[in-house]
């Protein structure tokens, strides 16, 4: 599939209350704004999120070939509360690099051999910057706690200019994490490669936190908490990023159309395992259900038509029923070649080991949409 996820290689909060604790190896990353009656001070905290710079590079320039592509930050709910109005959070480029450190929340006593607050290697060692911030560069620069992270506000480079983006929530949203930092991850390959000349800003990750009017507001209305799972969860539903592009190549040759909503669609090359570094190419055959009698000394069954060039897959979890790879009129299309048919690719890092999934097959024909869910299953294995 044209839909490839890395996991992070480090996660970690960070507490304004807190300002010397690590929580490394927490199973929970979150942000939050948090008043509490005997002290007249918020607690804020926020999350650090990275993922290795060659992993990146590796599936921009050996599998997309390009940077003809979207990238997605996303993290899965835990739990929310106290989001009661529209807030907005937003997502930013670590400006300097952090050390992960080994501690989970409120150890006794705290460990602090890692990024927190007030210290962005270990406790004594390298503080977060307060001032003197490098051109695009801020941070937390008032406020009871100093520190805070830093993190970029912008570029010269104008091919990627987006480099502060945000996500709104509020009482009604679904509260997973899925903002689009394709220019973020653009911007830290082209300074990998010295390409342009623009700002150095080198995959020190992402930080994640309110908006300013959030972030130390006093009101008691104001408290909202959003825990997401870390990439220490023991659950399925680490933090990803998701990088799409559109690998489809369509050319069906004297293969013909299907054209009625009466067919059947059997998928071809699955074995029914993989593992978890597989890369496989599954087939479609395709063919009318009830197929119009004409003479010839072969069956018409054996006649394999093809899907339409807009025809789309998803893969989903058997057991949540939740789409990992859902239908995407950009980045899911199934490709066809002249001799074999339809087909798509699929990079099966992405999805959690010893679970069992199923894909999904959409197509339009004469304006109605159909998809066919016909046990197409497959399980990855640890390997």
């Known amino acids: 599939m044209a839909v490839y996820k890395l996991f992070p290689s480090k996660d970690a909060s960070i507490y304004s209350f807190y300002p010397v604790m690590n929580t490394g190896i927490d199973s929970i990353i979150e942000i939050g704004n948090l008043n509490v009656n005997y002290d007249p001070v918020p607690q804020v905290f926020r999350f650090l999120v990275q993922f290795d710079q060659s992993e990146i590079e590796d599936v921009i320039d050996n599998k997309i070939g390009g940077t003809n592509f979207s990238s997605s930050l996303k993290c899965y709910i835990a739990t929310a509360q106290g989001v009661i109005a529209q807030t907005e959070l ?45 051109t695009y560069v801020t941070g937390s ?17 104008p091919n990627n200019t987006k480099l502060t983006p945000t996500q709104s929530f509020d009482y009604r949203t679904t509260k997973d994490l899925n903002v689009d930092v394709s220019d973020i991850v653009k911007v830290w390959y082209s300074s990998s490669n010295s390409i ?6 080198q995959n020190n990750g992402f930080i994640v936190k309110w908006e300013k009017a959030i972030e130390f507001s006093t009101s008691d209305a104001v408290q909202p908490i959003m825990q997401f799972y870390s ?21 069906s040759g004297s293969l013909s159309p299907i054209t009625t909503s009466n067919f059947y669609a059997s998928l071809d090359n699955n074995p029914g395992i993989f593992y978890t570094d597989s890369v496989n190419r599954f087939g479609i055959n ?3 259900e009830f197929p119009t009698r004409t003479f010839q000394t072969t069956s018409v069954y054996t006649n394999n038509k093809v899907l339409n060039s807009t025809s789309l897959y998803a893969i989903k979890d058997l057991d949540t029923n939740e789409f990992v790879v859902d239908f995407d009129s950009q980045f899911t299309k199934i490709s066809c070649d002249p001799i074999n048919g339809n087909y798509f690719d699929v990079y099966m890092n992405g999805l959690e080991p010893e679970r069992y999934y199923k894909i999904l097959i959409q197509t339009t024909i004469s304006g109605s949409t159909i998809v066919k869910d016909d046990n197409y299953y497959f ?3 640890n390997g």
């Open 90 to 134: 937003e997502v930013y480029a670590v400006s300097d690099s952090w050390n992960n450190g080994s501690g989970t929340y409120l150890d006794s006593p705290y460990t602090t051999n890692g990024v927190s607050w007030r210290y962005r290697t270990y406790e004594n060692g390298a503080l977060w910057d307060t001032g003197n911030f490098l």
């Open 379 to 381: 399980k990855i294995v």
């Open 286 to 288: 395709v063919r009318e």
């Open 231 to 251: 990439v220490d969860t023991n659950t399925i539903y680490p933090p990803c990023l998701e990088i799409k592009w559109n690998d489809q190549i369509y050319d």
């Open 141 to 157: 620069t008032s406020g009871s706690f100093l520190g805070g992270g830093t993190w970029y506000t912008g570029s010269s480079d």
């Open 196 to 201: 342009g000349g623009y700002t150095n800003i």
